[in-house]
Nanobody, 123 residues
Framework: QLQASGGGLVQAGGSLRLSCAAS????????IAWFRQAPGEGRKGVLC????????NYLDSVKGRFTISRDNAKNMAYLQMNSLKPEDTAVYYC??????????????????WGQGTQVTVSS
């Protein structure tokens, strides 16, 4: 029900735009978030956007560099990542909190997950 795409290999300082295509539920009613998981680490919240477009940043290290957006007409969410750093290397996931419907900071509060897309930033 969630399909993430847009990852790849990019040099430090570069940009990538991740996309998340949603289906099978009323997309416009629910928040949607991006998480990331680096090797050996737990899944961390990055940014979340509510059904009405309010955003929450869960990761200080991406402030001013990453932006989340959504297009309710297309059932799509996006993560624009600029000024990428090697420490941004991770698998990125989109996720939806079906039970709470709104932005929450922890992975266990999300019910639908995309399959993940790998982002690798070379130095």
């Amino acid at each position: 029900q969630l399909q993430a795409s847009g990852g790849g290999l990019v040099q430090a300082g570069g940009s990538l735009r991740l996309s998340c295509a949603a289906s099978g539920y009323r997309f416009g009613y629910y928040a949607i978030a991006w998480f990331r998981q680096a090797p050996g680490e737990g899944r961390k919240g990055v940014l979340c956007i509510t059904s009405s477009g309010g955003t929450t940043n869960y990761l200080d290290s991406v402030k001013g560099r990453f932006t989340i957006s959504r297009d309710n007409a297309k059932n799509m969410a996006y993560l624009q990542m600029n000024s990428l750093k090697p420490e941004d290397t991770a698998v990125y996931y989109c996720a939806v909190p079906i039970r709470t419907m709104t932005c929450r900071p922890d992975a266990f509060e999300y019910d639908y997950w995309g399959q993940g897309t790998q982002v690798t930033v070379s130095s």
